[in-house]
């Protein structure tokens, strides 16, 4: 009889922990950058005031020619909340030029390292808007 509740009360321990919801985020089990560093990726440009709205991610006004970015998800983090990244100043180096300006959107789409930039700011950084993409590096300031 013992032995009999014993193996009864190991297997419905065994099925409740088998049975367990495993719940995970991929925000929560990703291993975040800091804010120190240079980091390298592809600029993209973008329109705040028709892409998006005029309010970016960090919940200040943006327009067309404002000399802001958006962070790439993988580093800005959960979209939904205020990253640690806005209105941080970062120094964005491309194939025509170096410019500063300030994080206040999210792009969803853009991987590690990547920035959506207004086109004031492509222009300064890539230069020909028609090539729509361009290598870059920054890091903050």
């Keep these: 009889m013992s032995r009999t509740l014993t193996l009864l009360i190991l297997a419905i321990f065994v099925t409740l922990v088998c049975a367990a919801p495993i719940t995970s985020r991929q925000d ?51 979209t939904s ?23 206040n959107d999210a792009c969803p789409e853009c991987k590690k390292g990547d920035l959506d930039l207004t086109p004031k700011v492509f222009k300064k950084v890539i230069g020909d808007m028609n090539k729509g993409v361009g290598k870059i590096t920054w890091h903050a300031v």
């Design 81 to 103: 909340k205020k990253s640690k990244w806005c209105g941080k100043k970062l120094k964005i180096k491309g194939p025509k030029g170096t410019v500063t300006a300030t994080v």
């Design 28 to 78: 929560e089990l990703e291993k975040r950058s800091g804010t120190s560093g240079t980091f390298t990726g592809t600029g993209t440009w973008f329109l705040p005031a028709s892409e998006g709205g005029s309010t970016g991610a960090c919940g200040k006004k943006e327009g067309n020619n404002s000399m802001i970015v958006a962070m790439n998800r993988p580093q800005y983090g959960n």
